[in-house]
């Protein structure tokens, strides 16, 4: 028996872990990575998969860095199911077409440059719209708490995660070589007292335990504060006649940042003249899907209100066109924007950036977790300009970054989890995080309940013995791992290019004034960009 992690080992995206045990080879999720280009390129590593040979795929729930790579597995030889439950299958369904079309649009967008520079065309189109409508065919739903085998030899059942409408964490129980294990993957697993769903599931005694440790270093600030540091955004660009600005993932950060802005409603805090759009197609379809499952959220904070929250829904302006979302950017006065997409690196939120970023009046809210070498994440690290949309822009907006939103359980939640069954003595696979936060949660596992822990590490195999200990990743995928970085040729070579510059620069101050203005614009640009990247460093 043994796994491999496909994704999300050190890192946030890309959840992909790919068992073969019991003569059968499945998947937990195949999930997306996103961040910067050479993260993003592994998206195209299908053959890493090994797509025809993956009999299912246990889907957690339906975020795209859990779900977007399905499309491509479908459209390269996976043939079998995908399951899920009732509501992550309607969820993703909507996100796997939107992801599919931002795929076409922006393949489209890298054409016309490619024709424009006079370069070749590249197949680099990920999956299509019917890609994606295809794969979902493949979906087969299934109930919380009821056990089912989609193999012989393998029962899973799906338990009740609380990270967004549908997730789940799943046991998986496999008989090999007559003896029995049990495999939990936590998924994204949600806090307690969720705004919007019910408390997590606990946890059940297992052999291993795939945990997700995105917030593995740091607890996350109490609600309260959260919706006054909303207030206090909210108040600040209203009096200074600015916009609030607020990134967010489609799927249940939307919802629940609008029942927070329900919320202040009823406290007073949201000027009456002070509009407020959710200007992101997915999202409000998402809404809808959330009011199907009304019955399956915990709305304890405002039962007794609900006329109040229905006059508030009344205010919310939805932007479905794309004219009606650009129109925004051009409309003066205060107005909160909700869109999408939550760690800035696609949609429309990249306009409303480019529109906005530079000037005081704004309020820049981040509600959600950043990755690594996304917008988002250069932003709330404090950077003093950005590259959007070709326009270098100056970060001018006041930056919020509130945690207190987080659908994913932080560090004292998830020990607390850990802990009903750390007398059972589980083997604690780390996974879905970064490096710094799994080091420091796996400490304080080890520290508070003697438990073995593992980081593995991108596309690293583990052969689940009884100790659990590393195997050495295959030869035939030893040239797709992570390449050395070459600094030293990059550094000499730099200097070469520049010594150059020198030895030809007395040539060029032979030619006409207009040409040399044009070289001397070209240098102190390759100046300013050199400049900006050692700020970076």
Not at 510 to 530: C, S
Request: proline share 4%; charged share 25%.
């Amino acid at each position: 028996m043994k796994i491999q992690f496909l994704g999300a080992a050190q890192t946030v995206t890309g959840s992909c872990h790919v068992i073969e045990a019991a003569g059968h080879r499945f998947a937990v999720d195949c999930g997306m990575h996103q961040g910067n280009k050479a993260i993003e390129d592994r998206n195209f590593d299908t053959e890493l998969y090994r797509p025809e040979s993956i009999e299912f795929i246990l889907l957690t729930h339906a975020h795209i860095d859990h779900s977007g790579l399905i499309p491509r597995m479908s459209a390269n030889g996976f043939k079998g199911k995908v399951y899920c439950t009732a509501p992550t299958c309607d969820l993703v369904t909507l996100m796997l077409e939107d992801s599919a079309y931002i795929q076409e649009m922006e393949y489209s967008w890298r054409e016309k440059q490619r024709k424009r520079t006079g370069k070749k065309e590249e197949n680099d189109l990920l999956y299509s719209v019917e890609d994606a409508q295809k794969c979902v065919k493949q979906i087969s739903v299934v109930e919380y708490d009821t056990p089912f085998e989609p193999a012989p030899g393998i029962k899973v059942t799906y338990k009740y995660a609380a990270h967004i409408l549908g997730a789940a964490f799943i046991i998986i129980d496999i008989t090999e070589n007559g003896e029995n294990k049990r495999l939990t993957f936590s998924g994204d697993l949600g806090r307690p007292e969720n705004m919007l769903l019910f408390d997590p599931s606990p946890l059940e005694k297992t052999d291993y335990l795939f945990l997700e440790s995105t917030y593995g270093n740091r607890d996350h600030k109490d609600e309260k504060n959260s919706l006054d540091e909303l207030a206090e955004a909210i108040d600040r660009s209203y009096k200074m006649g600015g916009k609030v600005i607020i990134p967010t993932f489609a799927v249940e950060r939307a919802q629940e940042i609008m029942y927070c802005l329900s919320l202040l409603d009823i406290q007073g805090k949201i000027p009456e003249n002070m509009p407020i759009y959710l200007d992101s197609p997915l999202a409000i379809k998402a809404t809808e899907v959330f009011i199907n499952y009304k019955d399956k959220l915990d709305f304890h904070e405002i039962s007794n209100n609900i006329s109040a929250l229905r006059d508030f829904s009344k205010k919310v302006r939805y932007t479905l066109k794309t004219e009606e979302s650009q129109a925004l950017n051009a409309m003066n006065g205060p107005a909160i924007i909700l869109s999408a997409s939550g760690m800035c690196n696609a949609g429309r939120i990249k306009h409303h950036l480019k529109h906005t970023i530079w000037r005081p009046e704004t309020s820049i809210v981040f509600v959600g977790f950043q990755a690594v070498g996304t917008l988002g994440r250069k932003i709330v690290e404090g950077a003093t300009s950005i590259s959007l949309m070709n326009n270098e822009l100056n970060v001018s907006a006041k930056i919020y970054t509130i945690n207190g939103f987080s659908a994913h359980a932080g560090q004292k939640e998830l020990l607390e989890w850990v802990s009903t069954i750390a007398e059972s003595k589980p083997h604690v696979v780390l996974i879905h995080g970064e490096k710094t936060a799994q080091e420091t949660l796996a400490g304080l596992i080890k520290e508070k309940f003697s438990l073995n822990v593992t980081i593995p590490e991108y596309l690293e195999e583990l052969e689940l013995t009884e100790k659990a200990d590393h195997s050495k990743i295959a030869p035939s995928l030893a040239k797709h791992s992570m390449p050395k970085l070459d600094w030293q040729f990059v550094l000499e070579d730099l200097d070469t290019r520049i010594k150059q510059v020198h030895t030809k620069l007395a040539d060029v101050q032979q030619r006409p004034w207009e040409d040399q203005t044009e070289i001397h614009d070209k240098l102190a640009k390759l100046n300013h960009d050199i400049y900006k990247l050692i700020a970076e460093l």
